[in-house]
């Protein structure tokens, strides 16, 4: 599942990810920035968490 938001002033987040239930999966992703090459970064960012981490560990990236 894919959710675009909009930024939050000051708050410098991208996107985020993390599993709903063991067979679904949601990918976040804010507006910050509004280019193309920073939403496809982040969307595969995001998408590769979900592919490489498992579902019970809790991965930040600062």
């Known amino acids: ?3 675009l938001v ?4 000051k708050a ?3 996107g985020v990810a ?3 239930n063991p067979h ?4 976040e ?3 910050y920035g ?3 090459d920073r939403f496809w970064f982040n969307f595969f960012h995001e998408a590769a968490h979900i592919l490489l981490h498992d579902q ?3 991965f930040l990236d600062e």
């Open 18 to 20: 993390r599993w709903l």
């Open 56 to 58: 019970e560990n809790i």
């Open 29 to 31: 992703l804010s507006l």
């Open 24 to 27: 679904k999966a949601l990918i």
């Open 34 to 36: 509004k280019t193309n």
């Open 12 to 14: 410098h987040v991208s």
């Open 6 to 9: 909009p930024s939050i002033k």
């Open 1 to 3: 599942m894919l959710v």
